[in-house]
């Protein structure tokens, strides 16, 4: 077994990626919980404007913690040779949060700036109420995953 005396950056790396993680997905439960439901007090038009406000300032952290994460994780990943359990009955947990990181790789890095701010703002401007029901669905899927992500790899690092 791979331990500190192995490895010392070990808990520091731990450390970054756990609070990378909880940023990461407490800003995800905020924006689902809060902010989505909160807009229905706005006026219709205004709905989908103020939430692409409030997620324009998150989105910088959220990409930043999401490198993080991915960083942190890659580097322990390779230091306690784990990569041997990806791809196989053992390493479910594993393969979870690589597909969770690489999904929000792609959607904050390539699908938002490329077309989905604009096709919010476009449907928002055309029916503020709808978009937002629609945007709480996909938050609330998304945080359901997150959870469930958060915890096979509690139980996976645990070696349940
Ligand atoms: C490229 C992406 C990622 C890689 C390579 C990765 C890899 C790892 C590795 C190697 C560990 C340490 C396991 C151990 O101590 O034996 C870990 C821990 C953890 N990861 Fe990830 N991870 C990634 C993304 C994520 C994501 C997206 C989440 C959640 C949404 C997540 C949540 C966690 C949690 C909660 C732990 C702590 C487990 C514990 O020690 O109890 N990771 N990750």
Redesign the pocket.
């Known amino acids: 077994m791979i331990t500190v005396a192995h490895f010392p950056m070990l808990p520091v790396l ?1 450390a970054l ?2 609070l990378s ?1 909880v940023i ?2 407490g800003g995800m439960a905020f924006v689902t919980t809060v902010v989505l439901p909160a807009l229905a007090r706005l006026p219709a038009a205004e709905r989908i404007p103020a939430f692409l406000e409030i997620e324009r300032r998150f989105g910088l952290q959220a990409r930043i913690w999401v490198l993080v ?2 960083a942190s ?2 580097a ?2 390779a230091q ?1 040779h ?1 990569t041997i359990l990806v791809g196989t009955s053992h390493g479910l947990w ?1 393969d979870g ?2 597909a ?3 999904f ?1 790789m792609f959607l904050l890095f390539v699908l938002e700036p490329a077309f989905l701010h604009r096709r919010l703002r476009d449907r928002g401007a055309r029916d503020g109420e709808a978009t937002r029901r629609l945007l709480l669905r996909g938050h609330a899927l998304l945080l359901a995953i ?1 959870i469930l ?2 915890v096979t ?2 139980l ?3 070696g349940v």
């Open positions: 731990l990626h756990v993680v990461w997905v994460a991915g994780g890659g322990m990943l306690l784990l594993l949060m690589i969770f990181w690489a929000f997150a992500v958060v790899a509690v996976g690092a645990q």
